[in-house]
């Protein structure tokens, strides 16, 4: 499985599906990365930024207490929450702005959900010397002020996005305007594994570390390959990043876990691969969810970084060769999660992490206290403890 | 030869320059559309162009994306886009062309699109988000039902990636003036004319050449048509139209024909 994309498509999934304005860019980096990937220089560099100033490798912690509690598989936790920023998408974030750095561009765009991609990007550019802008919509804006605050705090511009339905989907489509007007000065620096070819592999390609540690760290601790790993799959980039190493070990399944929202039934949730269906958006053919008439539906789920219609396209892939599962876990399960987590292990997980968390629990219940299950923290909590009161003030009322 | 070309053919011969107007089609709802391609067509249009409202269109500005919002709230659906254009059809004879975002094709299946297509009298279809790459089986079903397939090209395109995207294009070709989005503009960049000048001699004797995005008066037309190219294609300038006069139908019909008037008589 490691030899995909080819041509740009994981199987069927994938592609470039953008305005002919797009192309030469794409086509630019596309060759610029496959060009400075073996580069030794950029090797070089990256390893430096990922370890001295991202703080990698990060831990692999045995969950002792909650493997306790729950009284089942051994559960482990891949701390990216302890990584710069708090979450996996500085790895992303510190290897595409080195790209955009070799590349000779000045200029970096990002689009943000929950605000981690946008804070990240920002970190980046601030410690590699380039001006970042962030699109960012102003529902997410109003669920995460403090984010829109520190992106400010680190020299980056935020532009609210008022259009559709002002979160993260509508934040991509203005960065792609943005990109097509000023695609010669401008780096589109995405954050996750979506978007046209070659976006889905170069993010992929720079969250791997996850995965990579991850498999060397176990080995150590356990002496063989984890039974089981669980992530979130928003765009799905902590996912592949965890994933993607693993493919062609398969005794060790994998699943990823969707938000359900208020319920599948209701509608109102982000389970793109869960209940959705065949589509071309932001540049890929992949899973989304849209209407019997093809347009995009807006989503929902409590944590505004899986609040995503589309998904990458190697997950579809996963997906269809039944290699991943993709499961989901409701608003209420993340937020049980969320709050075990924080009195068991004084961990504060991000409610991203916690729809993991919350299915890991329940795979770990019925597995054998032999058996082992790694789920991928992909970021810390503080920024949703605001959130989570608000839910379970409502909740009480 | 298909209708559009003919159409590009005569024009030649009375040395004149197309008219490409665009509305999306169900803005501000799918009953006025009809109303509001007559005016076009009244105030001398030479091809119809009718957008197809997608809930994310990446390569608009606010006019038009506004434009399909008010389209999708007032319901419209593919299949109601193209029979409009049936509807149209029936009285008139003027080409029609589809402007649509790749998902809404995918949706319906290529083979059903491009037979409805054909059933309600569609000539031609315009993608934004489809490059010649991904689509071999489109132009496959477009050209079993006998519909143009109309690619764009950009300021960044390469000169190779030009050559074969004029070997996938029929009816015309449209050419992006300049980097960005769709949306009226001031004034046409010494850029786009620079531009013109450079894809004309790949593209004469080959394919009509029109030229888009940000043209939006008559004297932005008369320059384009003046610099070679064999076509104008008008469309943030009209939506704007019906936005600010959605209370007054007439008042929107009339300055509709009115510019439609304007720009036609700027490409004779």
Redesign the interface.
Do not use: C, W
């Given at each position: 499985m490691s030899k995909y994309p080819i041509d740009g498509k994981y199987g069927k999934y994938g592609?470039?599906?953008?305005?002919?304005?797009l192309?030469?860019?794409i086509t630019e980096l596309e060759e610029a990365y496959n060009s400075f990937k073996n580069d030794t220089d950029f090797k070089k560099d990256l390893k430096y930024y990922l370890a001295d100033y991202a703080g990698r490798p990060t831990s692999l912690y045995y969950a002792e207490n909650l493997t306790k509690k729950i009284g089942g598989a051994k559960i482990y936790l891949k701390r990216e929450d302890l990584a710069h920023g708090g979450a996996h998408k500085i790895n992303n974030t510190i290897g595409q702005a080195l790209l955009a750095k070799r590349m000779g561009k000045k200029r970096v765009i990002a689009e943000t959900g929950a605000g981690q991609h946008g804070v990240a990007t920002a970190m980046a550019c601030a410690v590699l010397g380039l001006k970042a802008e962030i699109y960012m919509g102003v529902e997410d804006i109003r669920r995460q002020r403090l984010n829109m605050f520190r992106m400010k705090l680190l020299g980056a511009k935020v532009h609210p996005v008022k259009?559709?339905s002002k979160t993260l989907?509508?934040a991509i489509?203005e960065a792609?305007?943005d990109w097509?007007?000023?695609?010669?000065s401008t780096y589109y620096l995405i954050g996750s594994v979506v978007g046209p070819h070659p976006y889905p592999m170069i993010v992929r390609d720079f969250q791997n570390v996850i995965g990579d540690e991850l498999k060397k760290q176990f080995l150590i601790k356990e002496k063989k390959l984890p039974d089981v790993l669980v992530a979130c799959v928003g765009g799905g980039s902590n996912a592949i990043g965890t994933f993607h190493p693993f493919e062609e070990n398969l005794d060790v399944k994998l699943y990823g876990v969707e938000a359900a929202g208020k319920g599948i039934t209701s509608g109102k949730h982000a389970a793109s691969l869960g209940a959705g269906s065949?589509?071309?958006?932001?540049?890929m053919?992949t899973y989304?969810l849209?209407d019997?008439?093809?347009?995009?539906?807006n989503t929902h789920s409590v944590s505004a970084g899986l609040d995503y219609p589309g998904v990458g396209p190697e997950h579809s892939f996963l997906k269809t060769l039944k290699r991943a599962q993709y499961k989901t876990a409701t608003d209420k399960e993340a937020v049980d999660a969320f709050c075990l987590l924080s009195q068991e292990e004084g961990i504060i997980p991000a409610l991203e992490s916690s729809h993991a968390l919350a299915f890991a629990i329940k795979i770990a219940q019925k597995m054998n206290k032999d058996k082992t299950v790694v789920v991928t923290l992909s970021g810390r909590g503080d920024k949703d403890v605001e959130e989570v009161f608000n839910y379970l003030r409502g909740k009480n009322e | 030869m298909s209708k559009i070309e003919k159409i590009f053919q005569r024009l030649k011969t009375k040395e004149e320059g197309a008219l490409i107007g665009y509305i999306t089609a169900g803005d501000p709802n799918p009953k006025i559309t009809p109303l509001l391609a007559n005016s076009l067509i009244r105030g001398g249009v030479d091809i119809l162009e009718l957008g197809i409202p997608?809930?994310?269109?990446?390569?608009d500005?606010?006019t038009i994306?506004a434009a399909s919002?008010r389209a999708?709230k007032a319901g419209t659906?593919?299949?109601q886009v193209l029979e409009i254009a049936g509807e149209i059809k029936k009285k008139q004879e003027i080409p029609i062309v589809i402007l649509t975002?790749?998902?809404?094709?995918?949706?319906?299946g290529l083979e059903k699109f491009f037979r409805l297509s054909k059933k309600y009298g569609v000539n031609g279809v315009v993608v934004?988000?489809?490059?010649v790459?991904?689509a071999n089986k489109y132009r496959e079903m477009a050209k079993k039902f006998e519909v143009d397939t109309i690619?764009?090209?950009?300021?960044?395109?390469?000169e190779q990636?030009l050559m074969k995207?004029i070997k996938s294009s029929s009816g015309f070709l449209y050419l992006?003036s300049q980097?960005?989005?769709t949306g009226a503009r001031e004034t046409v960049q010494d850029s786009t004319v620079e531009l013109i000048k450079k894809i004309l001699p790949k593209t004469t004797n080959q394919i009509p050449l029109a030229v888009g995005f940000g043209v939006s008066k008559p004297e932005h037309a008369k320059l384009i048509v003046k610099t070679g190219a064999e076509g104008v294609i008008v469309g943030s300038a009209f939506v704007n139209i019906i936005e600010k006069n959605q209370k007054n139908i007439n008042e929107m019909l009339g300055l509709i024909e009115d510019l439609a008037y304007k720009l036609k008589e700027s490409t004779k």
């Open positions: 592609g470039r599906f953008v305005p002919e304005v192309m030469a860019a259009s559709g989907k509508d489509n792609l305007r097509v007007t000023n695609i010669e065949e589509g071309i958006f932001h540049g053919l989304v849209q019997k008439e093809g347009q995009i539906q | 997608f809930s994310d269109p990446i390569a500005g606010p994306q919002l999708l659906t593919p299949n975002y790749y998902n809404p094709i995918f949706r319906m934004p988000d489809l490059p790459e991904e690619f764009l090209v950009a300021p960044s395109t390469s990636r995207i992006v980097f960005g989005v």
